[in-house]
């Protein structure tokens, strides 16, 4: 059987420092089975380099700067290489898997072409980006468009949630589009007996105390629901610190949220940064008391895996994405009025037991379900 040639466009590449579709493309290629596959993956880099990376061919990109306009450029200028590189070597089989919607717009140009060279087009489209309030009116408009056109002309659409599947279908029914499900993934890494000195140290600076904290960790925007967690913490009668892991530098909805809900009078709420140490972080999610999780609007989120992968009381925000990962391995709580504080008052009491239970309950989601050997193993046999 002649080699499978997958060419992955729309993540700012590998290696991965941040974000889900960067780590999935350095697990899928770090973790590779198959010696059938040679992946080609284009990265955000400020040159038009050719470099081998966890066996893959990554071929860099220099996009304009060019605001929310670079996106678009990057991806275009990425299908424009693929398809180059396709017919200078002659290749045959081949697949192009492109991961997010914004390049829907011209997606059309792109896939006459690739069907010319029997090429196949598979789109991830990731989580209803359009939803998203940071975007101002106009973006959210062309990304649902771009989203409706990737749909249309894609081969097959690979969701990582259940939930997106169904939404696809249903929104999408009048293309009938060939849609298959594979989540994303997390892995479950060994507790250490004694914590690190860097961990240590990190909490000595900060006044905070292992398992005497909640944890949030999440981009610092509106649909992660931070206003209601800030604002039921207040009103909870724990203890214990809240420690919210983000980046809040210059950011409005950081001050307006000072004003809506005082956090800043409340000596429990710590804003501590960014941490990009993944061994510090492990750390920090590990000896949490419990987890913090607002978000509504996505597919599988790769921080909700970590937390079940890592931390044993976990409380979602009661929606649909966050109860097909966690089933019956976490708490969840919804927005009305006291809600969420009443369950922090209530598991401020729990039996060691009994919170044990929940954290092996949560990890065993994560091997059943969720691992990237297992991951890895599906999107293998589907290319």
Known sequence: ?????????????????????ETFVENLTAKKISNKIKYHVSCLVEDNEEVQYNGARCFHVKAPNVGHGRAICYDFMSLQRTIKYIKQNHI????????????????????????KLNVKLYVNPDGCEWKRTKWNAMVRKYLKI???????????????????????????????????????????????????KVFEAWCLERQIKPKQYYLIVGRFVPENN?????????????????????????????????????????????FVGTVYDAQLLQQIRQ?????????????????????????????????GFNKEVAQDSSLYWNKEDGNLSNLINQID??????IQQYGEKAKERIKENYSWEKIVKKYEELF
């Open 1 to 21: 059987m002649e080699e499978k040639n997958v060419f992955i466009v729309g993540s700012n590449g590998i290696p991965a420092n941040y974000g889900g579709f």
């Open 92 to 115: 045959q089989n081949a697949t192009v898997y492109v991961l997010g919607t914004t390049i829907g717009l011209v997606i059309g140009f792109f896939k006459k072409k690739l069907k």
């Open 146 to 196: 771009a989203e409706r056109k990737m749909v249309k002309h894609a081969d097959l659409v690979i969701c990582d949630s259940i939930h997106i599947e169904s939404y696809i279908k249903e929104k999408y029914k009048k293309y009938q589009p060939n849609t298959t499900f594979i989540a994303y993934g997390s892995d479950l890494q060994e507790e250490k007996e004694e914590s690190s």
């Open 226 to 270: 931070y206003e209601t967690m800030l604002k039921e913490f207040v009103k909870s009668n724990t203890k214990k610190d809240l420690v919210i892991v983000t980046n809040v530098e210059q950011n409005k909805f950081y001050e307006e949220l000072k004003q809506k809900t005082n956090f800043e009078q409340d000596k429990r709420i710590k």
């Open 287 to 319: 000896n949490a008391y419990g987890y913090l999780h607002g978000h509504e609007v996505g597919g599988t989120n790769p921080s909700l895996l970590e937390a079940l992968a890592s931390t044993n009381l976990n409380l979602l925000l009661e929606v």
């Open 349 to 354: 009491a729990m039996e060691e037991n009994k």
